[in-house]
Nanobody
Framework: QVQLVESGGGLVQAGGSLRLSCAAS????????MGWYRQAPGKQRELVAV???????NYGDSVKGRFTISLDNTKSTVYLQMNSLKPEDTAVYYC??????????????WGQGTQVTVSS
C-alpha cells in the first residue's frame, strides 16, 4: 500500500508563489510517474504537471512557464514550484503516483488534496 502525504497549500495573493510537496511512503515502491492534478469548483480534474522517474516532464498548457515540477527519487517526493500565481489557479491540488511494488505495476494512487487559493 502506498500513501501520499501532501503539504504546502494555502492562501496567496496574485503574483505570489507557493511550493507544494508530496511524499510517497512504501520502502519497496518504485515510482513510474508522479505529479499533480487540480480541480476547481464546478470543473473537471485537470493535469497540472507530472514527471517520470527519468525526469521527463509534462505540463498543462495553463501553467507552462510558471510552474516547475521536480522529483527527488531518494526521498520519493515530488515538488511543484508555483510562481506568478493567478486567481484561476485556485483549486484543490491532488498528488498522483503510479509505479511498481516488488516488480508488479500498482496503478494510480491519489493524495487527499491540498487547497490552493489565489486572491486577486
Amino acid at each position: 500500500q502506498v500513501q501520499l502525504v501532501e503539504s504546502g497549500g494555502g492562501l496567496v495573493q496574485a503574483g505570489g508563489s507557493l511550493r507544494l510537496s508530496c511524499a510517497a511512503s512504501g520502502s519497496t515502491f518504485s515510482i513510474n510517474v508522479m505529479g499533480w492534478y487540480r480541480q476547481a469548483p464546478g470543473k473537471q480534474r485537470e493535469l497540472v504537471a507530472v514527471i517520470s522517474s527519468e525526469g521527463i516532464t509534462n505540463y498543462g498548457d495553463s501553467v507552462k512557464g510558471r510552474f516547475t515540477i521536480s522529483l527527488d527519487n531518494t526521498k520519493s517526493t515530488v515538488y511543484l514550484q508555483m510562481n506568478s500565481l493567478k486567481p484561476e489557479d485556485t483549486a484543490v491540488y491532488y498528488c498522483n503516483v503510479d509505479g511498481y511494488y516488488r516488480g508488479t505495476y500498482t496503478g494510480d494512487y491519489w493524495g487527499q488534496g491540498t487547497q490552493v487559493t489565489v486572491s486577486s
